[in-house]
């Protein structure tokens, strides 16, 4: 199994700060999937990214993959209240094997009105 | 829409009882997955199948075990629930796409996850 390093693991910050997390790897992944999840309910996809060095916008979110697709940063700009919650990466293996989703230890973001 | 459902949400066992968690989808995905999430260590894999008839162990499985009889049901059952196994559980299910030359899951989707605690 491939592993998967998030960081950082807990983030407070005030509404309008910017913030990045980090997922990196030493593997390579196929692609590689941003989840959020909130307090009492399973995580939801925010973002796919499949080609290194792809940049993908959501809003204020700004998803990246890294050009040799072992890492993936999620940039948010002038964060609010309503962007809490847990941030979790998961890296798609190349290898074709059904186990293939990696998952992140997760970033737990709060935003501070 | 149902999309994944999973019941019970709560459960509270004893040391060495068994029960089965139930997981359901009506979206007619091939693939589906247990986990378990546990504080500062992200989602775990204990089972998965590729459909109906077929099943594998994850990262996590001893002490779990699953079946696949049809597309849309997913069960995960506990023999003899142990302390350890105290934990959120979440189901989720996905379709496969091939990209490249490799069958990949694409997006998953979660159930509301189970609170599992064994005393």
């Known amino acids: 199994t491939q592993l998967l390093e998030q960081s950082p693991q807990f983030l407070s910050i005030q509404e309008g700060e910017n913030l990045t997390v980090y997922c990196n790897s030493s593997s390579v992944f196929s692609s590689l999937q941003w989840y959020r999840q909130e307090p009492g309910e399973g995580p939801v996809l925010l973002v796919t990214?499949?080609?290194?060095?792809e940049v993908k916008k959501l809003k204020r979110l700004t998803f990246q993959f890294g050009d040799a697709r072992k890492d993936s940063s999620l940039h948010i700009t002038a964060a609010q209240p309503g962007d809490t919650g847990l941030y979790l990466c998961a890296g798609v293996e190349p290898s074709g094997s059904a186990r293939q989703l990696t998952f992140g230890s997760g970033t737990q973001l709060t935003v501070l009105p | 829409n149902a999309g994944v459902t999973q019941t019970p949400k709560f459960q509270v066992l004893k040391t060495g009882q068994s029960m089965t968690l139930q997981c359901a989808q009506d979206m007619n995905h091939e693939y589906m997955s247990w986990y378990r999430q546990d504080p500062g260590m992200g989602l775990r894999l204990i089972h998965y199948?590729?459909?109906?008839?077929?099943?594998d162990q994850g990262e996590v499985p001893n002490g779990y075990n699953v079946s696949r009889s049809t597309t849309e049901d997913f069960p995960l059952r506990l023999l003899s629930a142990a302390p350890s196994q105290t934990s959120v559980y979440f189901c989720?299910?996905?379709?496969?796409?091939?990209?490249?030359?490799?069958?990949?899951?694409?997006?998953?989707?979660f159930g509301e996850g189970s609170r599992l605690t064994v005393l």
């Open positions: 199948s590729v459909g109906a008839g077929i099943t």
């Open positions: 989720a299910s996905s379709y496969r796409e091939i990209r490249g030359h490799t069958l990949n899951t694409g997006e998953l989707f």
């Open positions: 990214v499949v080609t290194g060095g």
